[in-house]
């Protein structure tokens, strides 16, 4: 069983910045790709990024490209999510999500297939 706790959602003004932090356990952390999935109210979950087990490999949705940076530090069994220039179309739920294979490169971009979620962590930009 894999644990999932999201931190670091707050309320911020359109164009500035914040860093979600995700801590794992259940399994064995650095040996499976990691993700971001965000789900807006009345949307449909979204992929958002995600960073390979070895962490040498990301992957972005065209919407967040060259403003969200998603790292890891396999040490402390945490992924990062940090967001710059911050839109109004950014607010929503922002969830981690894992791989399912061990050394993947990356995770599903399909909700439907990703096996664990945790809470989330909320997100709101002012404008």
């Known amino acids: 069983q894999v644990q999932l706790v999201e931190s670091g959602g707050g309320l911020v003004q359109a164009g500035g910045s914040l860093r979600l932090s995700c801590a794992a356990s259940?399994?064995?952390?650095?040996?499976?790709?990691m993700g971001w999935f965000r789900q807006a109210p009345g949307k449909e979950r979204e992929f958002v990024g995600s960073?390979?087990?070895?962490?040498?490999?990301?992957y972005y949705a065209d919407s967040v490209k060259g403003r969200f940076t998603i790292s890891r530090d396999n040490a402390k069994n945490t992924v990062y999510l940090q967001m710059n220039s911050l839109k109004p179309e950014d607010p929503a739920v922002y969830y981690c999500?894992?791989?399912?294979?061990?050394?993947?490169?990356?995770?599903?971009?399909?909700?439907?297939?990703?096996?664990?979620w945790g809470k989330g962590t909320l997100v709101t930009v002012s404008s």
């Open positions: 259940g399994r064995t952390f650095s040996m499976y790709a």
């Open positions: 999500a894992p791989g399912d294979q061990r050394v993947g490169r990356s995770i599903s971009r399909d909700p439907a297939g990703i096996n664990y």
């Open positions: 960073i390979s087990w070895s962490g040498t490999s990301t």
